[in-house]
């Protein structure tokens, strides 16, 4: 009942424009917060949520790049692979460790002939994304298991086998397919192995033998003695981190460049998610100012009625509880609305992003909910202690 | 009542009047009185000898004065606004003289948020009761704005008697009313102090007996 009379006499009606335009610019920058919050979080679980896992993203092959200075002189030192090791951003090094010793592949028939020059590398198994039980090799094993990139069989696929007239080969065929491997030992002679691939990959652009088979051939038809890479492989939580791509520039690095373009996208999405930031909380800044003073002006406009109520013996107490009724439940609206439209935009981005692979959250994150939370607070703080001063200062 | 509640003033004088009436002699100003809650007392004051500031410094709504204003032993200076919203729910109660009406409420309405502002001490038919004794239950729902004043002066009795009470105080309560509203009116007044124990502190410019006061006093 008291509520009803103090409504009555505690009118908002003479500021209706500046409440609209306090709400209108109070659920804008909300938006504009909570959507950059959102946005974030999506961007942090594309990055590391396990669904959008690459095979390939996280590992970068990096050396030197080769110019002028360079030529010749692409070996990394210790120093250079510890301090690439130390990098925050760097998870893991391999060594990619090149074969020191001149070897040729040539077919077994004459259905199918062919014959070249060949080098091997190859990097610690950790650093390999098939998964074969061929995958293995010792002394004791009837072939040398082999891992090619994807690009050698569409360069033959798709240019060599039509301009020589060669029929097309399947990835499955081509596993079948044994060869002879010939490796010069330092003193001239020749022995022979027998070669099959086991599998393809993007991640190194190199014909990879297991570890194993290359210490053991390095020992035994090695013609150099220099063991230094030139190139590693890099385990990296995003390639596209900004931080990384700088750093390989400044130490004269370079890695497989379409990984690390995706650092340009990211630089953009920062970019989006800060102006999205700083215009929010800008924004937030003037709504709040307006609400203030929608607030003050309510209370100047009731001035007298609240000082006769206080005459009365109306506590300011019960003044105070009747004037955040008034005010406080817009802002809980605006930041409920607010809430519900990020949540439709989320749902819809992820139906989008769906259709195209990219898994985010159908739902809101705990972050964005967080900051509505503590904006919500943050307004309840604002709506008491202006309503407690302008009340106080009526009443002297 | 356990403690007898009390209102005392001492040496008390307000600025703005003060040389005036220093050259005066008054029962009340600057001098130490006390008042009970078992007391009816009635202050006769001519014109602009402080009446109605008398009345609004006990009320504790003016502070230019000098002296001292205590409420059960307390000065008021000291005490905080929820104290003080406290005592004006429950231990004073007050009729202006200008009556103090929110011109945009109805009748009921000004009465009712009395009623409301604290634990209710009358159910709202006591409302229609009262009205209905001093005659103007027909203008209930009628703005206060648009009364008479003699309507208007009655909304205002009826307003400071459907809250609880130890003091009463009345500012030339009915100076808007004819002889026989006088006496239904005071009639009232009696009853609802009786039923509380209270005690009334009445200021007019005039004799009178509407009341059987305990202690007539000059200003």
Redesign the interface.
């Given at each position: 009942?008291?509520d009803i009379?103090l409504r009555?006499?505690i009118k908002t009606a003479s500021g209706r424009t500046r409440f609209v335009m306090a709400v209108m610019g109070l659920s804008v920058a909300l938006l504009l917060i909570l959507a950059a919050v959102q946005v974030q979080a999506n961007y942090n679980e594309l990055l590391n949520g396990k669904t959008n896992q690459d095979s390939t993203a996280n590992f970068l092959v990096v050396n030197k790049e080769v110019n002028n200075k360079t030529l010749n002189a692409t070996t990394l030192s210790d120093d250079e692979l510890k301090k690439l090791q130390q990098q925050p951003f760097i998870d893991a090094v391999g060594n990619i460790s090149p074969g020191r010793f001149k070897a040729s592949i040539e077919s077994y028939t004459q259905n199918f002939p062919f014959k070249t020059d060949i080098a091997f590398e190859s990097v610690p198994n950790a650093f390999i994304d098939v998964n074969n039980e061929d995958w293995k090799w010792d002394e004791n094993s009837s072939f040398i298991p082999m891992i090619i990139p994807n690009m050698f069989l569409d360069i033959y696929n798709f240019q060599f086998s039509v301009s020589q007239g060669y029929p097309q080969i399947t990835p499955a065929a081509l596993k079948t397919v044994s060869f002879k491997v010939n490796m010069a030992a330092p003193n001239g002679s020749v022995q022979s192995y027998t070669g099959r691939i086991v599998g393809f990959s993007d991640r190194i652009s190199s014909v990879l033998v297991p570890q194993s088979f290359m210490d053991w051939a390095n020992q035994h038809y090695a013609t150099q003695q220099t063991s230094k890479p030139s190139r590693v492989v890099i385990r990296t939580k995003d390639p596209g981190n900004p931080a990384l791509v700088s750093y390989l520039k400044q130490n004269g690095l370079t890695a497989d460049a379409d990984k690390t373009r995706f650092s340009k996208y990211r630089q953009i999405v920062n970019a989006v998610v800060n102006v999205s930031w700083i215009t929010g909380a800008v924004m937030l800044v003037f709504a709040l100012l307006i609400f203030t003073l929608f607030i003050q002006l309510t209370i100047a406009s009731c001035k007298e009625?609240i000082a006769?109520?206080?005459?009365?013996?109306?506590?300011?107490?019960?003044l105070q509880g009747f004037l955040m009724k008034r005010f406080f439940p817009s802002n809980i609206a605006i930041t409920l609305l607010s809430l519900i439209v990020i949540s439709i935009l989320q749902f819809l981005l992820y139906g989008i992003l769906q259709k195209q692979n990219i898994y985010v959250s159908a739902y809101l994150s705990y972050y964005t909910f967080a900051v509505a939370g503590i904006v919500l607070l943050a307004l309840w703080v604002l709506n008491y202690t202006t309503i407690n001063k302008y009340i106080k200062v009526n009443?002297k | 009542m356990g403690t007898q509640n009390s209102i005392e003033i001492n040496s008390l004088i307000p600025v703005p009047l003060k040389e005036k009436l220093l050259q005066r002699s008054s029962d009340i100003w600057n001098r130490q009185e006390v008042f009970y809650s078992n007391e009816w007392i009635k202050i006769k004051a001519p014109s602009g000898t402080g009446k109605t500031t008398l009345t609004h410094i006990l009320y504790k709504l003016r502070f230019d004065y000098e002296g001292s204003v205590l409420w059960s032993n307390k000065n008021i200076k000291d005490i905080s606004d929820k104290e003080l919203a406290q005592a004006r729910q429950q231990k004073i109660s007050i009729i202006f003289q200008d009556l103090r009406l929110f011109q945009n409420l109805t009748a009921r309405e000004n009465i009712e948020l009395n009623r409301v502002l604290q634990e209710p001490f009358y159910e709202n038919r006591v409302i229609d009761e009262m009205a209905t004794r001093l005659g103007i239950a027909h203008i209930l729902e009628q703005r206060a704005g648009l009364c008479s004043y003699g309507e208007q002066q009655r909304i205002a009795i009826i307003r400071a008697l459907v809250q609880p009470f130890d003091f009463l105080l009345m500012d030339e309560p009915f100076s808007h009313l004819d002889k026989e509203n006088i006496t239904i009116a005071a009639a009232l007044i009696t009853e609802e102090c009786r039923k509380r124990n209270a005690g009334f502190i009445l200021t007019d410019l005039d004799d009178d007996d509407h009341f059987p006061y305990t202690r007539k006093l000059n200003l």
């Open positions: 009942m008291l009379l009555k006499l009625e006769l109520l206080i005459t009365l013996g109306a506590a300011p107490k019960q009443n | -």
